[in-house]
């Protein structure tokens, strides 16, 4: 019983790197969302998709991308990453009749 | 926009001390609540939650919160604080099915 799977769990970039985090779930939800936390700012939005085929900006999405692949699969792309960057990264999930979400284990990532 | 407030970033209490952890929102309508956990190096796990009807709800781990609509408040409680209840907690509120929007957490720290 997965729930929902991030990876990579740790990652390290360079300024300027790219780099894509993949989170899927199995619990056959609708909705997907990036967040970000960081120390005293708490949980904030990066994007989110409320269904496959559609994605939204959330509170901070400048610097990254999404892709809802499929139903299962939504990533979130640095293309060029920053210092500024560095955080923990939290995929979650939701599903149709239940605001409530599910979080994955998170990516500590790194630009240094 | 709503708002969560979580006045107390760190709280030290004594092992098998009762506990009450504050959460105040800001939204115009009643919304659904949310209490979460976070131990180090890990995910969101879901205590409780509130959508409507009794307004003391019961969750896992023996918390449980109340909801008070005169006070914006969903705080909450436990009687007897184990150590191995040392963590993170974070309250969410979200409008319907719409994204939730999280407090800053607060740290829990159990003393012998």
């Known amino acids: 019983n997965a729930g929902v799977t991030q990876t990579p769990k740790f990652q390290v970039l360079k300024t300027g790197q790219s780099m894509t985090l993949q989170c899927a779930q199995d619990m056959n939800h609708n909705s997907m969302y990036w967040y970000r936390q960081d120390p005293g700012m708490g949980l904030r939005l990066i994007y989110y998709?409320?269904?496959?085929?559609?994605?939204d900006k959330g509170e901070v999405p400048n610097g990254y991308n999404v892709s809802r692949l499929n139903k299962r699969e939504f990533s979130l792309r640095l293309e060029s990453a920053a210092p500024s960057q560095t955080s923990v990264y939290f995929c979650?999930?939701?599903?149709?009749?239940?605001?409530?979400?599910?979080f994955g284990q998170g990516t500590r990532l790194t630009v240094v | 926009a709503q708002s969560v407030t979580q006045p107390d970033i760190h709280i030290t209490v004594s092992e098998g001390a009762s506990l009450e952890l504050r959460c105040n929102y800001s939204?115009?309508?009643?919304?659904?609540l949310f209490w979460y956990v976070q131990s180090p190096g890990q995910g969101l796990q879901l205590l409780l939650k509130?959508?409507?009807?009794?307004?003391l709800v019961q969750g896992i781990k023996g918390f449980e919160a109340e909801f008070k609509r005169s006070q914006s408040s969903f705080n909450l409680r436990k009687p007897s604080v184990h150590w191995s209840d040392a963590a993170e907690y974070v309250c969410a509120v979200s409008r319907g099915y719409s994204t939730l929007t999280f407090g800053k957490g607060t740290m829990l720290l159990v003393s012998p």
């Open positions: 939204y115009g309508a009643t919304p659904y």
């Open positions: 998709s409320a269904s496959e085929g559609t994605t």
């Open positions: 509130y959508f409507s009807g009794d307004t």
């Open positions: 979650a999930s939701s599903g149709n009749r239940v605001p409530e979400a599910f």
